[in-house]
């Protein structure tokens, strides 16, 4: 065996130590980090471009979009408004109380030996009940008679047409006076009577419209 | 084994490269990749919602034409109701009006004045206004202002009488003295 010698021992361990260097090894291992880190950055760097790229298609294709869309809801939004407008503003219309029908009931009621002197009406703020307070002079040979004739003519005259038909003497009493009609002389009383009803006439009409139950015949065996 | 001890000089070094390496990372994280990936986040965001916005676009435009086609009585009905009122205070028009109205009934002596007015709690007429009026008519008789409150409950819709009042003159028996209070819907100006 060949004799080997190392004259250069001292520096090839200095070098060996030089290359085993464990600040050269980490800033090494740094750089291949650092590396993989850049590669991976810029990947995401790309993705992100595509994005932003796409992002940039879609904005423009709402830019162009945008405004007709902004018209068409705010117009729709108007649209609806209006349809619910229109709707509330057909119900207040048809839910009105109209007065000349029952005036001209009114006038159909009063007989010649029944004078009115004085009508008051109001509608409630719901328009579902009415107050009439109906004042004047009855003639006759029994004038309360003829009130109370009044009366019932304008329960049966009202109930035609109006729901709840209450018409009730608030007063009624004689009066001193003769008053002379067509050369009869006939003593007066004045009355007041107060009209409740309701405008519609469904509430009596639906309870007239569902008959009693028929009594049913059990046959004879 | 002893070529792999490190020395005291050696294992600074390491710590200090363990120091960097982790300084680099944070700095990496914070200052490179992550608002790198906050930006992409957010646009992935805003694509999606102008996506989905472009999406539901076309079914606004469809239910608009829609609407536009359905509400298309009821635009005139909303049209006609405006055109009752014309532009300007009501306290001026309606009074005028109202004397107009009554002279053509044959009812001459009118007089109109304002009571008050009311806002709507209702969403839907918060641009329309309740006015209520009172209409004295001193020197009217009975038929006549049965006819003419016909013609006007006929003739403006949008005002209900809300109270009547119908009282025998005294000196004069053939005619009456007729007091209304007649609330009219009137839009806003």
């Known amino acids: 065996m060949a004799l080997h010698l190392n004259l250069l021992h001292e520096e090839i361990l200095e070098q060996r130590q030089r290359q085993r260097d464990p600040l050269k090894i980490g800033i090494m291992v740094l750089a291949g980090f650092g590396v993989l880190m850049f590669i991976y950055y810029m990947w995401n760097a790309y993705q992100t471009l595509q994005i932003k790229g796409r992002l940039s298609v879609v904005e423009r294709e709402w830019a162009k979009v945008e405004p007709t869309v902004t018209a068409a809801q705010k117009r729709s939004a108007e649209l609806n408004n209006i349809v619910k407008t229109t709707r509330v503003l057909d119900e207040y219309v048809e839910d009105r109380f109209f007065w000349a029908p029952f005036l001209q009931k009114v006038t159909r009621c009063v007989a010649p030996n029944t004078q009115l002197t004085g009508l008051e009406g109001s509608v409630s703020e719901d328009n579902k009940a009415i107050t009439v307070s109906i004042e004047g002079l009855a003639a006759g040979r029994e004038p309360r008679s003829a009130a109370e004739d009044l009366r019932q003519m304008l329960t049966e005259q009202l109930g035609q047409s109006y729901g709840d038909v209450n018409v009730e003497f608030k007063a009624l009493e004689d009066l001193d006076t003769i008053v002379n009609v067509g050369g009869t002389n006939m003593a007066m009383a004045r009355y007041v009577l107060t009209v409740n009803f309701s405008p519609s006439p469904l509430a009596t009409k639906s309870a007239a419209a569902s008959p009693p139950p028929r009594p049913t015949r059990v046959p004879k065996k | ?189």
């Not at chain 2, 209702?122 to 006819?147: C, F, H, R």
């Open chain 2, 1 to 189: 084994m002893n070529q792999f001890k490190l020395k005291k000089d050696q294992i600074q070094k390491v710590g200090l490269s363990v120091v960097g390496f982790v300084f680099l990372l944070y700095i990496y994280f914070n200052f490179f990749l992550g608002p790198l990936n906050r930006s992409r986040n957010t646009m992935l965001a805003t694509i999606k919602e102008k996506q989905s916005n472009l999406d539901s676009s076309r079914g606004e435009m469809s239910k608009a034409t829609t609407l536009e086609q359905q509400a298309k009585t009821a635009t005139t009905h909303f049209a006609a109701f405006k055109a009752m009122n014309p532009e300007g205070a009501p306290i001026a028009w309606f009074p005028p009006r109202m004397k107009i109205f009554f002279a053509n009934q044959r009812i001459d002596k009118v007089s109109t004045r304002l009571e008050g007015t009311v806002g709507f709690k209702q969403a839907e007429l918060v641009d329309w206004m309740k006015y209520s009026w009172l209409i004295n008519l001193p020197q009217a008789d009975y038929a006549t202002v049965g006819k003419a409150v016909a013609d006007l409950e006929n003739a403006e819709p949008l005002l209900s009488i809300t109270k009547l009042s119908i009282h025998l003159l005294q000196d004069q028996p053939q005619f009456q003295q007729v007091d209304l209070v007649a609330t009219n819907i009137i839009q806003k100006k």
